[in-house]
């Protein structure tokens, strides 16, 4: 597609990489960021004053915002916005399911067309643009603006033609990796207790039956050298299993290792708000202690 200008709503640890990513892949880039675009905004991007501003100012808008709640009041002002340009939102939060629906509906109010498109890879996946991105909504809008996409996500997933369809992914896949990080340092604390070295438990799971991401990347990168600096908060991530969990619950799903995994985070939540989510090693060796 013909180069344009871009929006970029939410210039937080995942959106400012993010675009500014797209900025050096020659595109314009006009953001906004409701805590402080000036102090966010990378090098090269255009400053919009609202909402309403960048709305008027661009066709397509790309959101990075933290909860539904935020992506909600973002849409019920992209659609108000007066001389408003906007004809394409694609949203790169995690909200969930029935946030995603609710907003296309919204969107659709004001032919607005709405791409589902979380993101997953961290903070070092933004600033290397190695993102995995799962998309769902129209797919020829999906393939129009797959060159931008393709800035910020090295992997990008088409999941289907509904919206909601990208957010089940990213929350599955979430749950995952909260699964494989708690069970982990369970299963290495349990080992240290008995004399083990972690290193070489690592090694041991990494060639064996046992390997997933917390032991290739998490353990040997960021909890062994004790950096602690994935990116990601315990808050973010119980957000995500917590809708998660909303989402199973509507059906008949089982949820009994959900719940298990959730009520850990939600005990971490409570003694380490804004941790990254690396420390739940941290967390299951104290809580060992305790027991």
């Known amino acids: 597609m013909d180069k344009t200008t871009i929006g970029f709503i939410g210039l937080g640890n995942m ?3 993010m675009a500014a990513n797209i900025v050096a892949a020659g595109h314009d880039v ?19 004053n609202s909402v309403e501003g960048i709305a008027t100012a661009c066709e397509i808008l790309l959101l990075s915002l933290p909860d539904g709640k935020a992506v909600t009041e973002v849409a019920k002002k ?3 916005a007066p001389q408003r340009t906007t004809c394409a939102v694609v949203d790169h939060s995690t909200v969930g399911v029935e946030t995603a629906q609710t907003v296309h509906r919204l ?14 890879g961290g903070t070092s996946g933004a600033h290397q643009g190695t993102l995995a991105l799962m998309a769902s909504g129209d797919h020829k809008l999906f393939n129009r603006l797959d060159p931008i996409l393709a800035t910020v996500a090295k992997n990008r997933f088409y999941i289907g033609p509904e919206p909601g369809q990208g957010q089940a992914m990213k929350l599955l896949n979430n749950f995952l990796s909260a699964t494989a990080m708690t069970a982990t340092s369970e299963a290495v604390t349990f080992g240290e207790s008995l004399g083990l070295d972690p290193r070489i438990m690592i090694d041991v799971f990494n060639a064996s039956s046992g390997q997933n991401t917390a032991t290739s990347d998490k353990f040997p990168r960021r909890i062994l050298t004790e950096q602690f600096d994935a990116g990601f908060t315990i808050d973010l991530l119980t957000k995500d299993i917590d809708l998660y969990l909303k989402e199973i619950i509507k059906g008949t799903n089982q949820n009994i290792i959900a719940k298990s995994v959730g009520r850990v985070l939600k ?22 202690k305790r027991n």
């Open 15 to 17: 959106g400012a990489p």
């Open 267 to 288: 005990d971490m939540l409570s003694l380490m708000p804004g941790a990254d989510f690396t420390r739940i090693y941290s967390f299951t060796k104290e809580q060992s």
């Open 30 to 48: 006009c953001a906004f960021d409701i805590a402080g675009t000036e102090s966010r905004a990378p090098a090269g991007v255009h400053i919009a």
């Open 78 to 80: 992209i659609t108000s």
């Open 107 to 120: 969107l659709a109010t004001a032919e607005i067309a709405y791409l589902d498109a979380p993101v997953s």
